[in-house]
Each structure stands twice: as C-alpha cells, then as structure tokens.
C-alpha cells in the first residue's frame, strides 16, 4: 500500500512556551501550547526556570497534542525540532526528546530553524487565505528578532536587514516594564494603544543604514520622557496610559515600516508578508493593509496563533525537510545562534 499522506509531529522548545502539534500534510491537526506563567515576576524569561519548565511540560504537551490530534503515536511519519536560535537549556529539552521518540519509534527526525519556522507558518493551510508565492519579503518581528527577509523557496532565504540592538518586541516589553505593565508588556501596550491618541507623544526614530534597524534608542527616549514628566506628576503615567502606548506604537510601526517599504522598492517585489510574535500587534496588522492598499503589495498576516511561538510552525517547516530528505542525525545538538 503507498501512504500518501504525512505526518508529522513538531517540537517547540526555544523560549518559554512548551508547544508540539501534528501536521497532516499542510493542514494542523493540533497545536498545544503550555506557557510559563513563572517569569512573570521577573520581568523576562529566566533561561534556568524555562528549561525546568519545559521538562514537566514536554510529555503532556506532546501527548495532548497527539490526542486532540486523533491519531495514534505510531501513525507519525517523522518528528520535527527546533533546533535554535533560542536560549539553550530550553533547546536542549525539546532537542532530546525529539530524538528520542525517533529513535523509540523508528522513524526519521528534521531539525527546524525557528526563524524558518516563524516565515513558513504562513504555508499552513487556511481556508481562504492564499499562500505566499516566492519571492516574497517577510519582516520577522519576535522578542528576540527583528528581521527582513527575502524568501526565495521554503527553505532558500536571505536576511537582508535586521537589528542591530534590541529586537522589535524587546522595545514593546521593555517599554513596558518602565511603564509599570507586566511581562510581556508587547500585548498590554497593544491594548492600551487601542484606546489612546497616537499624535499624544513623540518620540524619536533612529537613523540607521541600509535596511537594518535600532531599538535601544526607544527605550532610553522612553525612560527619559518618563523621568521628565513624572518629575512633578507623580500620577503622569497612570493618567496618559492610553496615549503613552498609542504614541509608542506609533514610532514602533513607522520605524518597522520605513525600512520594510525600502526594501520592496530595492528589491522590487510586491508580495509581502508578516511574521512572529510582534505582528500579532494591531497596529502593524492595520498598516500592513493600508500599505498593500497604497502600493498594490499583496499582503500575507498569519493567523493569530501562529504569530507567537508554536509548534505548528515547525511542523511545517519540518515538512520540507522531510520532502527533500533532509533528516538530522542522532547526534545532532541544538545551536543557540543558529543563523537562518
Ligand atoms: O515570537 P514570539 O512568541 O517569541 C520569540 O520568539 O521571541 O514573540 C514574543 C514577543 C514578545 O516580545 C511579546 O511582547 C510580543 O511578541 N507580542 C506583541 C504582541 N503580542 C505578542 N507585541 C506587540 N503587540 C502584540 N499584540
Ligand atoms: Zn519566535
């Protein structure tokens, strides 16, 4: 009998979400996702605390997705991991189990790059929604990257500008922390941003060349303006919260879009896509449309849960991997700066 149909297990492990799901062919069956809620007091994700986190939520997570999934285990062609970049305790967690369910099963395993996994999420199926065709630009915007990057096929891609400091969702969070918001402030600024005056504020973008950005600017411009305007107004923040986050995010997006809109012109493509935990912001969404409106690019937004970190991703990037034969061996180990 020939089988026609693959499936594949994915794997994320790279930061602070504990996430497997199985991918039928390019359609996801189940994408389980256990957050840390424990660095919340901290501010950050403290490497140490997610890779023990990972390692209690590893086999439920994987089991429940193989369960929501309706399948059985030995119905899995292949396991897919995310190999790096990320923080290596935490690697090293979803790397090891990777391989050993491979090896208990018999059946081959791909390492992922997570940044491939972040532009590729945009190949799984969506009922309506059409995939990107090559070439195409995707700006990847996480909390720990901040990239343009040319995507020539699947797995053929190029960075051509990226940050050279913090990361764009960095510049969200840590924005946040000085505001008061908890971890991660990106999501909370977002909401905020949604009731304020985007004009309230302003704050300085930065000069940088080429199609390369800079966000540690933002951030020391953002305590400044707090230390000023607090300094009689005890109450400033509270009483500006909305307008504070709108006029943020406003310098954020434009900082993302000026260099994003450069680098469509120099490269002369139309097809432009988001990717990564920060384009799940609505006010990069918004302006997305509006440019692709503007210019006649056309857009790709991924879906919601595929913006931030999940397994779903992986599994399709694993996917082409696994169509071109390009399975990783037993005595593979994770790479926390694993380039694209
Ligand atoms: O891709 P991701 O889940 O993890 C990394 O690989 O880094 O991205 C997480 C980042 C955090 O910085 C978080 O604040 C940001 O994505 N984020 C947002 C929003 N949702 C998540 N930033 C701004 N607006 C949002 N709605
Ligand atoms: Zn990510």
Redesign the pocket.
Known sequence: MIKNDIIILGIES??D?TSAAILKNEAILSNEIAGQKVHEAYGGVVPELASRAHQQNILPVVDTAIKNAKINISDIDAIAFTRGPGLLGSLIVGTSFAKSLALGLNIPMMEVN?MHG?VLAHFIDDEGKDKPRFPFICLTV????TQIVLVNDYLDMEVVGTTKDD?A??A??KSGKLLGLPY????L??KHAKLGNPKAFQFTAPNMPDFDYSFSGLKTNVLQFLQRNTKNDKDFVQNNIDDICASLQATIVEILFDKLIQATRHFNINEVAIA???S???GIRKRLQQEGEKRGWKTHIPKFEY???NAAMIAITGRYHYLNKNFAQQDISPSARLKI
């Open positions: 790279s930061c979400d997570h972040h996480s909390g720990g990257h990361a969702g960095e969200f969070d991660p402030g990106g999501p600024i977002d990564g935990g920060v799940a912001n609505s913006c931030t970190d």
